[in-house]
């Protein structure tokens, strides 16, 4: 009877400790699924956040009721050939940029066709890797001044909001902007202008 009765305790100890087992093993797979979901759900609202304020800034770029300082953005949000910027210009602030230098602006435009000639996708998920390398690239088009194309006499230069000199050029009936032909010019409103050109300008050392 006595090796009968702890043969049972012995037999009801490896129950307890399988179930017991059972129990934090079950308890630790709960636990490591709701971390992961926790993560999986931190991404979420945070890809959520961005695009939240990707879409404030196209909205505020078609705002009627902008400052004048951001009022020249929207000639570029509404011209078709121009998304392509409009949606760069969004992804670095650039409204935030020039309402806080005020002032009347100069705005260099590429087409989309001359953002996909330079290899520069932009687009709400991927807006170009380096935002400090867009935004660099997009304040090369950008002068703090007023400008248009009766003020222009050949050789003019001006300074862009990434410290750069840009040049314009006059060749018979053609203009320039360094390299880009200016497709389309003064397109105006109380913030400034915008000049649509056919190439991206590219910042380097020597301008």
Known sequence: MGLHRNYMLMTNKNHVLKRTFYALFILGFISGTLGCNSKN?????????????ADFSLSTLKNEQATPEVAVLQLTAQHDSLQTFTTAAAAIDLHRILDEAEGQFTIFAPTDQAFLEAGIDINREDTYGD???????????????????????????????????ITIKIDEDEDYVNEAQILKKDLENEGGTVHIINKVLTPNTNN
């Open 41 to 53: 759900e931190n991404k979420r609202l945070e890809t959520q956040a961005e695009n939240d304020s």
């Open 131 to 165: 935002n400090d390398k867009l935004k660099n690239i997009m304040l090369q088009h950008v002068v703090s001044q007023h400008t248009n194309s009766s003020t222009w006499t050949d050789e003019v230069m001006y300074n862009t909001l990434n410290s750069r000199v």
